[in-house]
């Protein structure tokens, strides 16, 4: 065999591994999106049920972002806001032991272990994502947080789980809007001066997360 025939054999192996590998991806992708969906259907359904109960609750949902608002009472600063996110377009291996699929090694960076993301963010708790779902090929799910501190499950579980998932995120979000369920806010250290006072500028407080 010639240098040239020998090239393209390797080529075409090359071309079949980086085809599985982008098969295999996909699929992650979409599993994860799959179950963003369920998970969005989940929650709203929950607001209208929520809202039956006396809440003000609403969702705005526009592709892969929720935003899932909740109010407590008509009183000022008595509500809380959800937004949960699907990172389109990325796999990777996951690093975090709490989110580890239990079959798979941290070590392992083999596209067949790679997880999706759904995150999650909400004012009160900053900047930073304070839910991280990862979801795998396979259909298992795993979540850690603010919100929920740990849980799994699977993508084809039964509507009435999934729904009873979705209670707790609303009820978490409850708590933050009228720090009940343990939170509550404590004075914050920053500066507040007579002038902030006379402006009617909020005097700066934090919110407290239970352990």
Do not use: N
């Not at 990172?87 to 070590?107: I, K, N, P, Q």
Request: charged share 30%; proline share 2%.
């Amino acid at each position: 065999m010639g240098f040239e025939d020998s090239a393209l054999a390797r080529l075409r192996r090359y071309r079949e591994e980086a085809e599985r590998s982008l098969e295999v991806q996909r699929g992650i992708e979409e599993t994860t999106r799959r179950f963003s969906g369920r998970l969005f259907g989940g929650l709203e359904y929950l607001a209208t049920l929520g809202r039956r109960a006396g809440f003000g609750m609403e969702v705005e949902r526009a592709k892969e972002v929720l935003v899932l608002r909740v109010e407590a009472a008509k009183l000022p600063g008595a509500e809380a806001r959800l937004t949960l996110g699907l990172v389109a377009g990325v796999v990777a291996a996951e690093t975090d032991e709490d989110l580890m699929h239990e079959d798979l090694s941290r070590y392992s960076l083999d596209p067949s272990g790679y997880s999706g993301r759904i995150l999650g963010w909400s004012e009160e708790a900053g900047d930073e994502a304070c839910q991280t779902f990862a979801v795998y090929g396979d259909g298992v799910w795993k979540t850690k947080g603010l919100f929920v501190a740990r849980a799994r499950g699977r993508v084809d579980d039964a509507d009435e789980i999934l729904k009873g998932f979705c209670l707790r995120i609303i009820g978490r979000l409850v708590d933050l809007a009228a720090t009940t369920g343990g939170v509550g806010r404590r004075w914050s250290v920053e500066p507040y001066a007579l002038s902030d006072l006379l402006s009617s500028k909020k005097y700066p407080t934090e919110m407290r997360w239970p352990h």
